[in-house]
């Protein structure tokens, strides 16, 4: 088998040239796309390293920061318990690697959406998917009340950026980092300016005086698992480097129906480094356990409700891996277009920043809250209310409680 020299220097460098597996190859997990490609193919993947390996950081910032190879695309470390790359490899390549003792699993890289649903499409779009108009009229009437803003409360939105000079956001996204070809600065989808609109907009957000800052993992043509790791590899960087300040991450990202070992390791390894994670449900009407992220046993995973007497919304994944539920449904958000607008919005991804709006007021009067601190107090004060839950679904709505 031909080794080149940049592949060498992989091998050479995690140990794989003369760390042969005695107990057979790594897990390889491949697209189904990929299974019916031809097997000369290359393709990206991500390999993911035991956790002895994590001692080995110096060598994987040597090695990312010399840039000679373009077959390694990016290196992780994120906390304690979480190391590995991203490199396109070939068949031959990948059955090297995977035969290496330092290597746990290998996962061919994925592309991830985002957990929105549209309800206000335009009704003869709408129309085709229904076999009858049943549709029946929604009112607001509420009143908003709480005691604290999130006032030095730093959010972390893993989405896809923020147009930050909307009205709504006042100055408050303190930074803005990109991890796809586009503008950071530039919002595309619109999604994650409505995300972090209901987090902590001024009109809109539950925590209007958190400091808001955009990891854009994806935008209208590219976002994968791995710009997913490489945005988790920055919030934990700032977040160490800020002196791990109180924060909460917000993701209402992830697989649609897929399921990712090295996302959702990403996002246990955040949790126990001190950051808790907010993770929207998804919108498929399936087991929110069999997809990435929200199959993270220690993260708080977020159902939605409507506005029609608590009902479970029909679109919100469901099962035992939902710690809680909120609004959902006709949820108002600025959007990305201009400075000044806003729209109704629906879906998993609206709920999960109401929730994240939550624990950054709770975070504000709670400054040194652990993560499984943060996810006790969102069960405790919640409510059982919720009608209509599928089957070994909790009927639990997120509440806000001063403590």
């Known amino acids: 088998m031909r080794i080149d020299l940049q592949l060498f220097m992989i091998c050479t460098l995690f140990g794989l040239v003369s760390s042969a597996r005695t107990g057979g190859p790594a897990k390889i997990t491949y697209n189904k796309a990929t299974l019916r490609a031809a097997p000369t193919d290359k393709k990206r993947f991500n390999v993911i390293l035991r956790g002895s390996t994590v001692s080995k950081r110096d060598q994987v910032a040597n ?63 709408g129309r085709l998917n229904k076999e009858k108009n049943d549709r029946e009229l929604n009112v607001y009437d509420v009143d908003y ?46 999604h994650g300016t409505g995300v972090a609109g209901v987090v902590g907009g001024k009109r809109t957000g539950v925590a209007k005086d958190a400091t808001l800052k955009s990891i854009k993992v994806i935008d209208n043509t590219s976002g994968s698992v791995s710009t997913v790791l490489k945005g988790i590899q920055w919030v934990m960087d700032d977040y160490v480097n800020g002196g791990k300040k109180p924060s909460i991450v917000n993701m209402s990202v992830g697989l649609e129906s897929s399921h990712s070992n090295s996302m959702d390791d990403s996002v246990a390894a955040m949790i126990s480094s001190g950051l808790q994670v907010i993770v929207a449900a998804g919108n498929t009407g399936i087991d929110a356990c069999n997809i990435s992220p929200s199959s993270v046993s220690d993260s708080v995973v977020v159902g939605a409700i409507s506005n029609d007497s608590d009902k479970y919304s029909k679109f919100s994944n469901m099962g035992s891996c939902i710690t809680l539920s909120a609004p959902g449904e006709l949820i108002l958000r600025p959007i990305s277009s201009d400075d000044v607008s806003f729209i109704p919005s629906s879906g998993t991804s609206v709920a999960a920043p109401i929730v994240t709006g939550l624990v950054a007021l709770y975070l504000e009067k709670n400054p040194t809250a652990t993560p499984a601190q943060i996810k006790q107090y969102l069960i405790d004060t919640s409510k059982a209310a919720a009608t209509s839950t599928p089957k070994d679904t909790t009927n639990l709505i997120a509440q806000y409680v001063s403590i």
Request: aromatic residues 10%.
């Open 63 to 125: 090695f990312a920061s010399n840039g000679e190879s373009e077959k390694l695309h990016s290196t992780y470390l994120i906390g304690n318990n979480f190391a590995g790359y991203t490199a396109t490899l070939s068949a031959d390549t990948i059955n090297l690697v995977s035969n290496q003792d330092e290597v746990a699993y290998i996962e061919e890289d994925m592309d991830i959406t985002i957990h929105v649903y549209q309800k206000f499409a335009p009704w003869g779009l």
């Open 145 to 190: 009340k709480v005691s604290e803003t999130g006032k030095g409360v730093t959010v972390y939105l893993i989405d896809s950026g923020i147009r930050a000079t909307h009205m709504d956001f006042e100055g408050r996204v303190a930074d803005q980092v990109a991890f796809v070809s586009s503008d950071k600065s530039v919002d595309e989808r619109g």
